[in-house]
């Protein structure tokens, strides 16, 4: 049985990463900083671990002896990068370097799974190849690009098998409500609880994004990690964008109610690309993976579970 060990398996794409490695006969370990994250997941062996302890996650790492491991931990909103650019930079560029001088000094054969981000890639109004200009317009983009500088250093010196994701926006049940649908959603099921009208206090609608289903993000990981691929990037999104307008239109109509929209200032970002489209080809392609499931799916599971 192949072994895989999720870095930051107790946030969001976690759970749904254990059980899609689960479901398909892999042995799951996972680490968190959350000590309490054992109870709540089933996995084959956790450890709660600050990624940022090189110490610990060498031990963790040589313990586990994985056939896999997946790099999730991160601080993963951009909003959280603006407040706190200097904890961004320390999680998601040393806490990778750790994981990757883990496996060096133990001289593994595993292959890693790094998550990134479209927030790489420079602002464009068409779809995103993985030949696009990488410029970040944020500190969290900034990291991700910095974690992939590492990891082609990593794989030209030492020979390791890194692959680098370019995740794009993704949602489902348990995304926390920082993030823009489930904020949306939250709002709507509280007004529509009411049985009353409301208000949804929103950013900027005019943005496009490439939304997809949580669900065929980490089986696309999954997909790629079994993948006998040479290519060492792939975008990975739904391929359909829509204007947050057309979305929040979408949660609206979900309530029994009616719903004024109000744009607050404190919900806009200092700098946001206004479109962001993934053209996932590559990942089509070498892997045979398509999506399943579209953004709509994810709404109505998060709506329903806001409104039991």
Not at 58 to 79: E, F, K, R, T
Not at 201 to 219: H, I, K, Q, T
Not at 241 to 266: F, K, T
Not at 276 to 295: A, E, F, H, M
């Amino acid at each position: 049985m192949k072994k895989a060990l999720i870095f930051g398996c107790g946030g969001f794409v976690g759970a749904y990463l254990a059980d899609e490695l689960s479901s398909h006969g892999y042995e799951v370990f996972g680490t968190d900083i959350m000590p309490d994250i054992a109870s709540r997941r089933d996995f084959s062996g956790y450890t709660s671990l600050d990624m940022l302890d090189a110490e610990g996650a060498l031990d963790l790492v040589g313990s586990v002896s994985p056939d896999y491991i997946i790099n999730l931990a991160a601080v993963s909103s951009v909003g959280d990068s603006w407040s706190i650019p200097q904890k961004a930079v320390a999680v998601n560029v040393n806490g990778t370097l750790n994981i990757l001088e883990a496996v060096r000094k133990l001289g593994l054969k595993a292959r890693i799974l790094l998550i990134g981000s479209s927030e790489e890639y420079a602002v464009s109004d068409a779809q995103i190849s993985e030949d696009w200009p990488l410029s970040a317009s944020n500190p969290y983009g900034i990291t991700k690009i910095a974690q992939e500088n590492f990891a082609e250093i990593y794989r030209e010196s030492c020979g390791m098998d890194i692959i680098s994701t370019r995740t794009f926006n993704h949602t489902g049940r348990g995304q926390p409500e920082k993030f823009v649908i489930p904020s949306f959603v939250r709002q709507a099921a509280e007004i529509h609880k009411s049985g009353g009208n409301g208000k949804i206090f929103v950013g900027n609608l005019s943005a496009r994004r490439d939304f997809g289903d949580v669900r065929d993000m980490v089986s696309a990981y999954r997909m790629i990690l079994e993948s006998d691929t040479r290519e060492k990037v792939f975008n990975v999104g739904s391929g359909v964008c829509r204007s947050l307008d057309e979305i929040l239109g979408y949660i609206a109509s979900l309530v029994d109610g009616d719903v004024e929209v109000v744009v607050s200032p404190d919900k806009m970002r200092p700098l946001d690309n206004p479109v962001i489209w993934c053209d996932n080809s590559r990942l089509r392609s070498q892997t045979g993976w398509s999506p399943k499931y579209t953004v709509f799916d994810a709404i109505r599971g998060m709506f329903a579970s806001m409104t039991e």
